[in-house]
């Protein structure tokens, strides 16, 4: 999945596909990703303009968010991933998961 903040969206043109990399990108593990591909899409999406690169592991219950800098910090139940990005706020792990 991925999120184009407002205003980069606005300046899209309307009337062709949309170019470039989304301001967050997430991926949700599955049985049948590797490693290396989660790598793999989170280098592609980074080093071409994507501002975090979120994976969601439901097996483990956590979120870990990458940025372009290179730093990344997994967040688990419990804590609350800041929304910078989206304008400010948090949203709690938890309410990611289903129980």
Known sequence: MGVVIADRWAQANKNSDFFGA???????LSPSNTAEEINDKERLCLENGCRQ???ISQ???T???SKPDGTSITYTMGQ????DL????T???KTIFPD
Do not use: Q
Request: cysteine-free; aromatic content about 8%.
């Open 91 to 93: 949203i709690a792990v």
């Open 59 to 61: 097996k483990r219950k």
């Open 22 to 28: 989304p301001d967050l990108a997430v991926e949700v």
């Open 63 to 65: 979120v870990r968010v």
């Open 53 to 55: 690169f979120w994976v």
């Open 80 to 83: 609350e991933i800041p929304l």
């Open 86 to 89: 989206l304008g400010g706020g």
